[in-house]
């Protein structure tokens, strides 16, 4: 019995993408602290909604996505072609989360519920659609990282059209963009064999990894600036910042021009991961 639990278990848990939805979630939730100094349960209300729509947004992405899944080596073990779960079973899962989601959310305020509905279709609608099209769709679907962080911003009493959660979702957009392109490195084998355009049918492979530097250093540009901005205020966040953007830009100068192994590009998207995570957290702590 506890076997059988345990196996639904992880089937809803590969279906909702968690190594997906809980950093995105963790936008959210990071958000609301910068804004309010705090943590209460509208902080988790909100994160719990936000985890719900993201799963939900997941699990119908790959019902959308299931015949090209099974084409992929990343992707052939998910629940859809494995055949663990069936098409009704998704749409019934992922209606009850986009229900209960967008509920706790619009009990926060509108525009939470607003933006989390939007969030929702602009994943599927117009990314999902985007990317068997170009590789740039991950140039209009890195909206989807940074809307979170407004719908915690939001959720915790700020202004939408407040210069500094424009400025924070701004980096975090522009960081999604390398993290994407960083993983069709990774797997470019598998998205080809789907049938997914990748920016090698465009770009040489030395020009695909100066374009991923470029986007590297431009996040790493804007974080450097929330010193400047007052966005964050002493000497010891500047200086762990500073020494941070050194570690980034060194280390995928030295990957993706003179070692550009899958294993040493696989770190590279670690260590921009955790690069923006300990931004948010940096302005979370030290915000002026």
Not at 225 to 253: D, E, R, T
């Amino acid at each position: 019995m506890l076997k059988k639990i345990s196996g639904h278990i992880r089937i809803f848990l590969q279906l909702i993408k968690v190594t997906v939805s809980l950093p995105v979630t963790f936008l959210s939730f990071i958000s609301f602290i910068i804004f309010s100094g705090q943590i209460n349960i509208i902080t988790w209300q909100c994160s719990l909604g936000v985890f719900l729509l993201s799963g939900a947004a997941s699990a119908l992405n790959q019902l959308m996505e299931q015949k090209r899944d099974k084409l992929m080596d990343r992707t052939k073990n998910r629940p859809l072609p494995t055949g663990k779960i069936g098409n009704s079973g998704v749409l019934l899962t992922s209606g009850v989360l986009t229900v209960f989601g967008i509920l706790l959310l619009m009990s926060i305020s509108l525009t939470c519920g607003l933006l989390g509905f939007i969030n929702l279709l602009w994943y599927l609608g117009v990314y999902t659609m985007l990317k068997t099209r170009t590789p740039f769709a991950v140039i209009p679907g890195s909206l989807i990282g940074a809307i979170p962080v407004i719908i915690g911003w939001n959720a915790a009493g700020g202004q939408i059209c407040s210069p500094l959660v424009i400025f924070i979702s701004f980096f975090v957009f522009i960081w999604q963009i390398p993290h994407f392109w960083l993983l069709m490195m990774i797997y470019k084998n598998d998205y080809e064999n789907a049938g997914y355009p990748t920016f090698y049918k465009i770009f040489t492979d030395l020009q695909s990894r100066w374009w991923t530097i470029i986007w590297i250093i431009s996040a790493s540009l804007i974080s450097m600036s929330f010193p400047l901005f007052k966005v964050i205020g002493g000497a010891i966040p500047a200086i762990i910042i500073l020494l941070l953007n050194i570690l980034v830009i060194g280390f995928s100068i030295f990957v993706l021009l003179f070692n550009p192994d899958k294993s040493k590009i696989k770190l590279m998207f670690h260590i921009i991961n955790l690069f923006m995570l300990s931004i948010l957290i940096l302005i979370a702590v030290y915000k002026t």
